[in-house]
Nanobody
Framework: QVQLVESGGGLVQPGGSLRLSCAAS????????VGWYRQAPGKQREWVAG???????NYADSVKGRFAISRDNAKNTVYLQMNSLKPEDTAVYYC?????????WGQGTQVTVSS
């Protein structure tokens, strides 16, 4: 069973950048499909980006061209590079890993975009 820990969140001004990390332990993350989700106050959790075991990537329309998901298999970590951040990107960001129909979630990291 994989355990996930997100980090890298914080306060950033509009137009700024952050890189979130999703570090795994207990299992090899490259054998899972991994996704990033976010949940803003008062809203439902929404999917942001995903990367397959074969490293194909997909993005929500709201972040396409601004966010990039990637893997570092040597570090057993998946990243979410977020550029050109907007106030509407403010949310708690979660990563999840899926394998054989089982889903595992991290605890989340807060991202706040504000001047």
């Amino acid at each position: 069973q994989v355990q996930l820990v997100e980090s890298g969140g914080g306060l950033v001004q509009p137009g700024g950048s952050l890189r979130l990390s999703c570090a795994a332990s207990g299992s090899i993350l490259s054998t899972y499909a991994v996704g990033w989700y976010r949940q803003a106050p008062g809203k439902q959790r929404e999917w942001v980006a995903g990367i397959t075991k074969g490293e194909s990537t997909n993005y929500a329309d709201s972040v396409k061209g601004r966010f990039a998901i990637s893997r570092d298999n040597a570090k057993n970590t998946v990243y979410l590079q977020m550029n050109s951040l907007k106030p509407e990107d403010t949310a708690v960001y979660y990563c999840d890993a899926e394998r054989l129909g089982y889903f595992y979630w991290g605890q989340g990291t807060q991202v706040t975009v504000s001047s």
